[in-house]
């Protein structure tokens, strides 16, 4: 049996080049707004960034956000201003991260991630609207909503439609070699 000589005619260089200049970089971007548009749409499900369903509100909860004018009863959507607030930002290079605004106290930035005790002894009254409400010790629940990197890792509909990201990142790889003129 006889071997042919097999031509191979692409550049190492250009690939390289294609690679880093737009591929990753544009990969990178479209997972980064894969997780934030999964987070929105899993806030507005009602559900935490681990997958788990949110408790629901509870009543003061709902009779404050009335008082402010706001309807829902949605756990940590009374206006949209913290969901709609996530976006991508781009640090570097393919360097990508997720923003939001953060909501909480001189005390705990982000009261909603992680959860507080109001450990007043005394009973803790505030006004909204002119209406007086009692607060006496009470535990506010976590209700992690911006995700980490542990939980972008274990969370199914992150997953799930991360295979499409990398689906789509080998679609655009293969097309490079032949596109570009690597393959001839």
Known sequence: MQIKSVKITFDPRKLEKELKSKLIDETMENYTNMVANTTKSDLEAGKDIYGQTFKPIKPV???IRQLRGYNGTKPLIQSGDMKN???TKKL???KYALDAISYGSSGNTN???TGFTLSNPKQYK???EGEIFTVGKAKIPARPWFPDQ???EGSASINIKFEQVAKDFFKRFNKAFTKRGFIG
């Open 61 to 63: 909860t709902r009779d």
């Open 85 to 87: 607030s996530i976006k």
């Open 92 to 94: 570097g290079k393919n």
């Open 111 to 113: 009261v909603h991630q």
């Open 126 to 128: 505030f006004e909204v």
């Open 150 to 152: 542990d939980s972008v």
